[in-house]
């Protein structure tokens, strides 16, 4: 299951919890909804589930034994199961932000642009406004997305009308080293979304 991503507008937790006696610092932009909703949706706040996980030896599993206890033993569902274990993997220090189950990192950039779906994505796929590289495509459906692989990692361009000649675009780009590629590759890509956009009032 692809790596969940925190909700765009919510804000993290500010629960600090300890795991196996050793204090974690700074946890809270790393849980995926903050302690009133994680709460509103399972009954438990942060504080709670990563005490009920590390009891059930979680800081020892990997990801999907992690999910498994939480969705299972502990009650929470599939879909919840996985934003808690992402959640716990975090705050105790065995994932990082933007970090993948497999260990690889990705990252996400999102741009409102105006001009129609159509438009927009016939401007993208022309080309001439990617960072420097080497991009293969590898599929695309029409208005909707298009894939390849970008420097041998894949990479996705996902497009969504949002109202009246408005269209989000959404680059995904997976396969990453670390967090200092994400923040290059993320910086790349802001840099060249603003320059697809000047293509299109040009």
Known sequence: MPALRQAPG????????????????????????????IKAKTGKDWAAWFTALDKKGAGKMDH????KVAADDLKAGEWYGQMIAVS????????????????QF??????????????????????????????VETSQTRDKYWRGKWNGNRLSASFYAKGPGKTQIVMDSEGLSGTDAVEKERA???AALGKLEKMLTA
């Open 188 to 190: 790349a890509w802001k």
């Open 10 to 37: 919510t804000k993290a937790s500010k629960i600090a919890p300890k795991s196996a006696g050793k204090p974690v610092p700074q946890t809270a932009p790393k849980a995926m909804m903050t302690d009133a909703a």
């Open 64 to 67: 999907a034994a992690i999910a």
């Open 88 to 103: 716990y993997e975090r705050v105790r220090g065995i994932r990082a932000m933007n970090q993948k189950c497999d260990g």
């Open 106 to 135: 990705s990252v996400s950039v999102t741009r409102v642009m105006e001009a129609p779906l159509s438009r927009l994505y016939a401007a993208a796929v022309k080309g001439g406004w990617f960072p420097k590289g080497t991009f």
